[in-house]
């Protein structure tokens, strides 16, 4: 069983940034950090769940166009656990940040964290 555990979301002010982060727990019987695809989904107000990054362990990390090079995902092995980097926030940016990762045909998935942009 693997837990994810975000952290990281607030409020901030448009043009800020906020770093995501995520983590499975220590009881988790893997690590983020191991799993075949790591990611970020969002759920903006009125909108559907969408790609936010996503990154597999055999390739580069991907971005949803709306991101338009303002967010990065990082891996930190020694800490297991990956980030979001998000820059130039904007108040469409704000929604429900959720981690996410898969091994084999297993998805895992955070209880999300809010990100607010006030304008």
């Known amino acids: 069983q693997v837990q994810l555990m975000e952290s990281g979301g607030g409020l901030v002010q448009a043009g800020g940034f906020l770093i995501l982060s995520c983590t499975s727990s220590?009881?988790?019987?893997?690590?983020?950090?191991?799993?075949?695809?790591v990611g970020w989904y969002r759920q903006t107000p009125g909108s559907e769940r969408e790609v936010v990054a996503v990154w597999p362990r055999s390739g580069t990390s991907t971005y949803g166009d709306f991101v338009k090079g303002r967010f990065t995902m990082s891996k930190d092995f020694n800490n297991y656990s990956q980030r979001l980097h998000m820059l130039r926030l904007t108040p469409e940016d704000t929604g429900v940040y959720y981690c996410y990762a898969k091994n084999g045909r297993q998805a895992y998935w955070g209880q999300g964290t809010q990100v607010t942009v006030s304008s």
């Open positions: 220590e009881k988790s019987s893997e690590k983020i950090v191991d799993m075949d695809t």
